[in-house]
């Protein structure tokens, strides 16, 4: 199993990135993609999640009418557009999975996730 993460970079308060991931070696519609990230002195936190079958998205409260995940199965890629960004979504951004269909074991039990993308940094600043 492997998760590439891309599309991080330099942005200006108020821009937009879209971050993505591309995923390999295993049967990529079936199971839950999520969205991480990782401020400097802070806590690894979930900021968005998609199911095997892409509907009822989660987000966390600091990114909802910002972020949106999509997925292309066709292409076994998991989107994140930002939109609006702001200082404080810095961070280093991870995707994962642990194979399962719903989001809820990746939200509820971090530590147990089996497999991690490389991250992608975002930087917001002017």
């Known amino acids: 199993v492997q998760l590439q993460a891309s599309g991080g970079g330099l942005v200006q308060p108020g821009g937009s990135l879209r971050l993505s991931c591309a995923a390999s070696?295993?049967?990529?519609?079936?199971?839950?993609i999520a969205w991480f990230r990782q401020a400097p002195g802070k806590e690894r936190e979930a900021v968005s999640c998609?199911?095997?079958?892409?509907?009822?998205?989660y987000y966390i409260d600091s990114v909802k009418g910002r972020f949106t995940i999509s997925r292309d199965d066709a292409k076994n890629t998991v989107y994140l557009q930002m939109n609006s960004l702001k200082p404080e979504d810095t961070a280093v951004y991870y995707c994962?999975?642990?194979?399962?269909?719903?989001?809820?074991?990746?939200?509820?039990?971090?530590?147990?996730?089996?497999?991690w993308g490389q991250g992608t940094l975002v930087t917001v600043s002017s």
């Open positions: 998609s199911n095997s079958g892409g509907l009822n998205p």
């Open positions: 994962a999975t642990r194979r399962f269909r719903a989001c809820s074991p990746l939200l509820r039990f971090p530590h147990a996730i089996d497999y």
């Open positions: 070696g295993f049967t990529f519609d079936a199971y839950a």
